[in-house]
C-alpha cells in the first residue's frame, strides 16, 4: 500500500520551508517502519524507491513545480530510474533523503535522490528520468521552465548521466522479444 499517511506529513512538515530553485536540494528524515522490510529484515528494495517518492514530492513542492502542475493540468511521471544499493536499512533505522534536480534534455528531467544513515553512510541513491505530461503527451522542460519562471539553461549534464541517457536510446523496446 502506498505510504499516503507519510506523504501527507512530509508535505505538512515542509510547507513553510523556503522555496528553493529547481537545482536546490530537499532535505527529508523518515524512519524505516515494519511494514517497509522484507524477508531479511531490512528495507525492501522496492519500497526504497516508494520512500524515496517522499521526498522527490515535497521537492517539487518546494521548487514551484506542484503548483505549475495544477495550474496547467499536468503530471509528473517516472520514464525509468538508475539504481544503487550500498548499505543495509534496517527495521526502525533513520533515514536523510536529499533530493534535488540535476539537469535536464528536451523531454526529460533527472532527478537525483540519496539516502543516507546516521553513521553517515549512503545507502541507496537513484537517479530518475521524469517527464511532466499534459494531454498531448510529454511537454518540454523548456515549456515547464518557462511557466516556473526559471532559466531554460540546463546544468551541464554529469557524463555519468550522460552515458546511461545514451545507453537507453540503445535498450530494446518492447524487451525480452528475443
Keep these: 500500500m502506498y505510504p499516503v499517511i507519510r506523504l501527507l506529513w512530509q508535505l505538512f512538515k515542509h510547507r513553510n520551508d523556503a522555496r528553493l530553485p ?15 522490510i522484507d524477508l531479511w529484515w531490512e528495507l525492501n528494495n522496492g519500497r526504497t524507491l516508494t520512500i524515496f517518492d517522499l521526498g522527490r514530492i515535497p521537492l517539487a513542492m518546494r521548487t514551484g513545480l506542484v503548483g505549475v502542475l495544477r495550474k496547467k493540468r499536468w503530471g509528473l511521471t517516472i520514464a525509468g530510474a538508475m539504481v544503487r544499493y550500498r548499505r543495509r536499512v534496517r527495521m526502525f533505522d533513520k533515514v536523510e533523503i536529499r533530493s534535488r534536480a540535476v539537469c535536464w534534455d528536451d523531454r526529460f528531467i533527472y532527478i537525483e535522490q540519496s539516502m543516507w544513515k546516521r553513521n553517515g553512510e549512503c545507502s541507496s541513491h537513484v537517479v530518475y528520468r521524469s517527464a511532466i505530461t499534459g494531454k498531448d503527451g510529454i511537454v518540454p522542460p523548456d515549456d515547464v521552465l518557462i511557466a516556473l519562471e526559471h532559466d531554460r539553461k540546463s546544468p551541464e549534464m554529469p557524463a555519468w548521466i550522460r552515458a546511461w541517457v545514451d545507453a537507453e536510446e540503445h535498450r530494446p523496446w518492447p524487451p525480452m522479444q528475443d
Design 22 to 36: 529547481l537545482t536546490g536540494t530537499h532535505v527529508s528524515s523518515h524512519y524505516c517502519m515494519p511494514w517497509d
